[in-house]
């Protein structure tokens, strides 16, 4: 059984970055492509950033070009780093497969506002 753990979350103000790491349990990391979502208040889950095993990345429209994804195969451990953030990349941030295989860690939450 995977487990994840999301941290790296706080209070940050527009224009500001963060780093996001999502640790997780077991060997099988290694052979999945990864993903991280968000969840912001009232609104349904979306999907940010996704890594293949072999490094390929894509992004959603809404963040391309500030938020980079990344992933360290030897520390089970992927990253979302955060550039140039707006209120309205507040939200629940979590990391998943693609699709998502396993359980849902509890998120990190990331809140942009002066």
């Known amino acids: 059984q995977v487990q994840l753990v999301e941290s790296g979350g706080g209070l940050v103000q527009p224009g500001g970055s963060l780093r996001l790491p999502c640790a997780a349990s077991?060997?099988?990391?290694?052979?999945?492509?990864m993903r991280w979502y968000r969840q912001a208040p009232g609104k349904q889950r979306e999907w940010v950033a996704t890594?293949?095993?072999?490094?390929?990345?894509d992004y959603g429209g809404s963040v391309k070009g500030r938020f980079t994804i990344s992933r360290d195969n030897a520390e089970n451990t992927v990253y979302l780093q955060m550039n140039s953030l707006k209120p309205e990349d507040t939200a629940v941030y979590y990391c998943?497969?693609?699709?998502?295989?396993?359980?849902w860690g509890q998120g990190t939450q990331v809140t942009v506002s002066s």
């Open positions: 998943n497969s693609l699709p998502p295989y396993f359980s």
């Open positions: 077991g060997s099988i990391f290694n052979s999945v492509t």
């Open positions: 890594i293949t095993r072999a490094g390929i990345t």
